[in-house]
């Protein structure tokens, strides 16, 4: 097994690329060790020292990493916990576990499934490019709310995508949207 490192716009995340599906559809983020419970890759790499996040998208994996550790250090513990879990044939989540589309209804429902369409087709991709991902988690009085994860969450061009890519692009096709804002969650 080959698996292909690429950086990201976060110095503290790099993207492996096993060359197979990882999740297929979805993603999943864990952003510590308590929240890994639900998968046993997660679990594994946050196994390795210095390793705070993970991320698990289609066909890619992003680890993050302690400001104080350098990826020279942890890089070929990572690379080993990947192709170990591969070759175990382990399950990459347990269950039921993963991302679901929860429908909106409501005075707003037309508008916010504009926004889930062009966040789909326009910005998902681009995001799981540089190793990360975006979901919707609200819209109220022209306001829509996101969450970064991956690589995007912490990046520090995060807020620039935010407000400069992502905000421009729902208000030229959404007139009623007049701001982006992000969320922690």
Same mark, same amino acid.
């Given at each position: ?17 096993? =060359?197979?599906?990882?999740? $297929?559809?979805?993603?999943? /983020?864990? #952003?510590?060790? +308590? ?9 594994r790499l946050f196994g390795v020292a210095g390793v705070t996040g993970v ?13 104080d550790v350098d990826w020279q250090h942890i890089k070929p513990e990572i ?15 347990? =269950?039921?576990?993963?991302? $679901?589309?929860?429908?909106? /209804?409501? #005075?707003?429902? +037309? ?35 996101l969450h970064m994860k991956g690589a995007c969450a912490g990046c520090p ?29």
């Open positions: 097994m080959f698996i292909q490192t690429e950086s990201t716009p976060n110095p503290a995340t790099l993207k492996f690329l096993p =060359g197979q599906d990882v999740l $297929g559809l979805g993603t999943a /983020d864990f #952003p510590s060790v +308590e929240t890994a419970g639900t998968s046993p890759l997660a679990s991320f698990l998208g289609s066909d890619f994996i992003t680890v993050t990493k302690a400001d690379l080993g916990a990947i192709m170990e879990h591969f070759q175990s044939g382990a399950a990459m989540m347990d =269950g039921d576990a993963g991302a $679901g589309h929860v429908a909106h /209804d409501g #005075p707003d429902a +037309e508008i916010v499934n504009q926004i889930k369409e062009l966040l789909d087709t326009r910005v998902r991709p681009a995001v799981a490019q540089d190793g990360g991902d975006i979901t919707f988690h609200g819209f109220e009085r022209g306001v829509v709310y061009s995060s807020t620039l995508t935010l407000k400069m890519g992502i905000e421009n692009l729902l208000r030229h096709y959404i007139p009623e949207v007049t701001e982006v804002r992000p969320v922690a969650v």
